[in-house]
């Protein structure tokens, strides 16, 4: 399984860019990495999906080198509405869905 | 819109009683999860389901069971609550089609559930 790690959590200012990193050493090939926001008492929500290289939305960029061991959630101008916990999952785009991994959450605290 | 509805947002049972927690969604999706998420150990997969009967578990089956009669049904049971099950329960859907696939899941508002 694609055990996934991140930090626990960041504090930021509005205005700045935010990096949140996950690794996930483990990862299989037919992978992909999927970054979820959640805010208190509502379920995850779908930010940023990628396989590899980058991914930009307009939310958010999805950086994954080659390797693929990390991926890095990439927030731009922050603002106090982006308070919240940010996951990254890693999930086959078929079969073995029992297998699909999130990790622990960050935790990020956007101020004034 | 794309909709994922839990049949509780707040629920208190008693150690030993049979709880269900009901999840539907509207979306016509093949794929359904019952998650429980605790501080400090982020979302933990219960159980999937990818089609009507069809059920696999995940990492954390014990104590739990699940449902699926219709598609856009999945239950989750509690055959007997302990008070280790207190924790917020998370429903999700998906497609499996396409490069999506697991990945862009949605999520239902959560049951918290308390076991006394």
């Known amino acids: 399984l694609a055990k996934t790690t991140q930090p626990i959590s960041m504090d930021s200012y509005e205005g700045q860019e935010v990096n949140i990193t996950c690794s996930h050493n483990n990862i299989a090939t037919n992978d992909y990495i999927t970054w979820y926001q959640q805010f208190p008492s509502q379920g995850p929500r779908f930010i940023i999906q990628?396989?590899?290289t980058k991914v930009t939305n307009e939310v958010a960029s999805l950086f994954i080198p080659a390797d693929r061991k990390s991926s890095t959630l990439s927030l731009p101008r922050v603002s106090l509405s982006d308070t919240a916990v940010y996951y990254c999952l890693v999930a086959p785009t078929g079969g073995g869905g029992n297998k699909l991994t999130f990790g622990t959450g960050t935790q990020l605290k956007v101020e004034l | 819109d794309v909709k994922v509805t839990q049949s509780s947002r707040y629920l208190v049972k008693r150690t030993g009683e049979k709880v269900f927690l009901e999840c539907v969604q509207d979306m016509d999706h093949e794929n359904m999860f019952w998650y429980r998420q605790d501080p400090g150990l982020g979302l933990r997969l219960i159980y999937f389901s990818y089609d009507v009967k069809m059920k696999e578990k995940g990492d954390i089956p014990e104590g739990y069971s699940v449902s699926r009669e219709k598609k856009e049904r999945f239950s989750l049971i509690l055959e007997s609550a302990s008070t280790n099950q207190t924790s917020m329960y998370l429903c999700a859907s998906s497609l499996t089609s396409g490069r999506s696939g697991y990945n862009e899941q949605f999520f239902g508002p959560g049951t918290r559930l308390t076991v006394l």
């Open positions: 990628g396989y590899k």
